[in-house]
């Protein structure tokens, strides 16, 4: 059983900074990506940024330039620097890791990120 555990959340102002961290743990196998996604109120959870084993990055549009998503292979973690960050970006945040073998998708409890104007 693996378990994802984010931290980072919480309330900032328009143009502030944030950092989610999530950490794995338990029976993990093979890992090939991780990385979060969101999911605002009436929306579809939506990708934000993930990253491959191999260090391979790919962003939303709408969050190019300002997050970076980054891992810790050593400990099964995975970051998201969020810079610049407007209202649009207030979401609950989810960290995902795929698991290839067996090939499943584990997701984390969810953060709250709010940007206020």
């Known amino acids: 059983q693996v378990q994802l555990v984010e931290s980072g959340g919480g309330l900032v102002q328009a143009g502030g900074s944030l950092r989610l961290s999530c950490a794995a743990s338990?029976?993990?196998?093979?890992?090939?990506?991780m990385g979060w996604y969101r999911q605002a109120p009436g929306k579809q959870r939506d990708s934000v940024a993930t990253?491959?084993?191999?260090?391979?990055?790919n962003y939303a549009d709408s969050v190019k330039g300002r997050f970076t998503v980054s891992r810790d292979k050593a400990k099964n973690a995975v970051y998201l620097q969020m810079d610049s960050l407007k209202p649009e970006d207030t979401a609950v945040y989810y960290c995902?890791?795929?698991?290839?073998?067996?090939?499943?998708?584990?997701w984390g409890q969810g953060t709250q990120v709010t940007v206020s104007s």
């Open positions: 995902y890791l795929g698991q290839v073998l067996p090939p499943y998708d584990y």
């Open positions: 338990g029976s993990i196998l093979s890992i090939n990506t």
């Open positions: 990253i491959t084993k191999s260090g391979l990055t």
